[in-house]
């Protein structure tokens, strides 16, 4: 089955700089990559996602590449801010089928 | 995006008993997931609830300890058997509208005594 692994577990930035979390999978035949972001206490939300037909999705502050040949994809936060803070999962997943996590990276914004 | 509602939030149950968890949705989903989440940890698939069908079951997973129905494109219940305190979790629920992207329920806090 999927591996993905996920990196760091944890990252910490002051208030304006940008943060990257990086996560690897093993299935080439994964084709849907989404991240959620996990606040305490809370529901995953998603965030943003990307598909395997493309190799960048930008949505504002937050953007996702992608890297097939490599199988890896980040996730890229600018000028984050405070309200950033939360832990974030990254998913990969194949035609319409279950996800498989990556073990979350907390993130901690100083302000 | 769909909206999804559990119930109960939050229970404390004793070893030895059984806990039903419903999952709502306010629209028709596709497919419907249940994960269980320990404090700290990533989410792990439990299994895929097929309406009209058997749940299908993720490895270290079983049908007798998590029974699982799915009577419409709405709705569906996960079930945690004979409970020990290694089963104190957080349960979600997720449902995927289509082109994969699944959206989450607030989850049940589940602790066994």
């Known amino acids: 089955g999927e591996n993905v692994e996920q990196h760091p577990s944890t990252l910490s930035v002051q208030e304006g700089d940008s943060a990257v979390i990086k996560c690897t999978y093993s299935?080439?035949?994964?084709?849907?990559f989404p991240w959620y972001k996990q606040e305490l206490g809370k529901r995953p939300q998603l965030i943003i996602d990307?598909?395997?037909?493309?190799g960048e999705k930008k949505d504002q502050r937050i953007a996702v590449t992608l890297n097939k040949t490599a199988k890896h994809f980040s996730l890229h936060i600018t000028e984050t801010q405070p309200e950033d803070s939360a832990v974030y999962f990254c998913?990969?997943?194949?035609?319409?089928?279950?996800?498989?996590f990556g073990s979350g990276t907390k993130l901690n914004v100083k302000p | 995006s769909a909206v999804i509602s559990q119930k109960p939030s939050r229970d404390i149950c004793q070893r030895g008993t059984s806990l039903t968890i419903q999952c709502q949705v306010d629209?028709?989903?596709?497919?419907m997931f249940w994960y269980r989440q320990q404090p700290g940890q990533s989410l792990t698939l439990i299994a895929t609830?097929?309406?009209?069908?058997?749940?299908?079951?993720e490895s270290g997973f079983v049908i007798d300890k998590f029974p699982i129905s799915r009577p419409n494109l709405t709705f569906s219940t996960l079930t945690v058997s004979n409970m020990s305190p290694e089963d104190s979790s957080i349960y979600l629920c997720?449902?995927?509208?289509?082109?994969?992207?699944?959206?989450f329920g607030p989850g049940t806090r589940l602790t066994v005594l």
């Open positions: 998913a990969a997943s194949k035609d319409f089928n279950k996800f498989y």
């Open positions: 299935d080439s035949a994964s084709n849907y």
């Open positions: 990307i598909r395997s037909n493309v």
């Open positions: 629209s028709q989903v596709t497919m």
């Open positions: 609830a097929n309406q009209g069908s058997e749940a299908t079951y």
């Open positions: 997720s449902g995927e509208q289509g082109y994969n992207e699944q959206f």
